[in-house]
Nanobody, 120 residues
Framework: QVQLVESGGGMVQAGGSLRLSCAAS????????MGWYRQAPGRQREVIAT???????NYADSVQGRFTISRNNAKNMVYLQMNSLKSEDTAVYYC??????????????WGQGTQVTVSS
């Protein structure tokens, strides 16, 4: 089992910045992918950024160039620096931890979510 706890959400004006953090604890597989997803009201949850345990990153087009994902493997932490925030970035942001087990099943875990509200 893996437990994830997010922090850092809040309210910010358009153009501002926020930094989200996610702490992972429990049975942490050394090879894994951590990521940030978000879900706005009335919309499906979408992936916005992922980072592997080897620091390979991917971003959704909507946040490319504005958001930066990073991780600290020693502390089992993942971060999301969000700059130039827009009203459409308003959503609940979720941390995700995914890995493959010994029979190559993909298992993933979710945090409880943190609200980000961007006012225009």
């Amino acid at each position: 089992q893996v437990q994830l706890v997010e922090s850092g959400g809040g309210m910010v004006q358009a153009g501002g910045s926020l930094r989200l953090s996610c702490a992972a604890s429990g049975s942490i597989a050394s090879i894994n992918t951590m990521g940030w997803y978000r879900q706005a009201p009335g919309r499906q949850r979408e992936v916005i950024a992922t980072i592997t345990s080897r620091d390979s990153t991917n971003y959704a087009d909507s946040v490319q160039g504005r958001f930066t994902i990073s991780r600290n493997n020693a502390k089992n932490m993942v971060y999301l620096q969000m700059n130039s925030l827009k009203s459409e970035d308003t959503a609940v942001y979720y941390c995700n931890f995914a890995y493959q087990d010994l029979i190559r099943r993909t298992l993933d875990y979710w945090g409880q979510g943190t609200q980000v509200t961007v006012s225009s």
